[in-house]
């Protein structure tokens, strides 16, 4: 059994270990922390940390680190959220304040956090598969080309440009923009692409025109359902490299791919407080095993998704989970009151 003064003592290695990228021996521990006792009784509490597997001496003779499982025993246990600085509310508020739409807000919200942090941001879209079509715009750009433009009543808006097989004047696409707006709007993005499937046999007029169109309608209905993340900060990786200990691909990858970060958040369990964390090894199934992940809840329209930070195990765990936990509230205060003005 690890005492109190082990878990503070852990505590202390962690904080230490992530502000200065050093091992940490019982003397600094002593001459920092002020625990009032011997340096003697610390490396009595550090072997005990070490024979629970809590921390770990990278080279013989040196001071120790923590592992995987020591960081988890942190982030649960010890781990105490800093509150943010005032210049960093000010920022959070500054920087999301009137957006354009959703896309916009989530965009603006990754980079804040990879600003404030020097870690990956990602926020997970929220849900759209019960959204309101509540309009769909056609407007003609060069011949043979259309700008579909599908708004919902969660505030998303999805735009596609494509090709059709004939040309088509203003008055052709006002007609056809008021058949597609009397067909789908006020219906859910799921039943909008089903009656959207079920009209095409009946249509006769341009009947090849209002095939290309609804198909590209249906494509930008299909984004509205599925999954997706957006991220910034690849690059931090690069800076932060010597904090992993094989390549950095992997993370790179699933950036990349982003279906194996969308499996790793949607997997991770959050605690009381809607925060929640994935650190190293946890993250073995995903091919992320050096990697930390931390994410918070928010509410958009009913609907619960995360934003979240990746980066190595070694990163300033109270300072990012204050972060996201902060973005995540702003967030679902924003989506609550555009749903209050609408």
Sequence with gaps: MVTERGL???????????????????????????????????RNDMALLEEEELIAAPHTSSGRVPTDKGYRMFVDHLAELRPLTAAQR???????????D????????VRLLT???GQVALVQYPSFARATVTHVEIVRIAERRVLVIVVTDTGRVSQRVGGISED???ADTAVLRARLNTLITGHSVGRAAERLSAEAPSVTEQ???????????AEELEEFRQDRLVMAGAATL????????????PLL?????????LRLMGEMTAGENGLSASIGRENAPFGLAEAAVVASDYDASGSSARVGLMGPTRMDYSSNLAAVRAVARYLTRLLDDDEARR
């Design 102 to 109: 959703l896309d916009d807000l989530l965009g603006r919200t």
């Design 238 to 249: 690069a800076r932060r490299e010597q904090d992993f200990r094989g390549s950095i691909h």
């Design 253 to 261: 990858e699933a950036i990349e791919e982003q279906v194996t970060l």
């Design 8 to 42: 503070r003592v852990l505590r202390a290695i962690v904080e230490d270990y992530v502000d200065t990228n050093e091992p940490v021996g019982s003397k600094s521990i002593v001459d920092r922390h002020h625990f009032g006792v011997s340096a003697a009784t610390i």
């Design 90 to 100: 000010t920022a959070i508020t500054s920087f999301l304040t009137d957006p354009a």
């Design 207 to 217: 009947r090849s025109v209002y095939h290309d169109v609804a198909a590209l309608v």
């Design 168 to 170: 088509i004047d203003e």
């Design 115 to 117: 600003q404030l942090t």
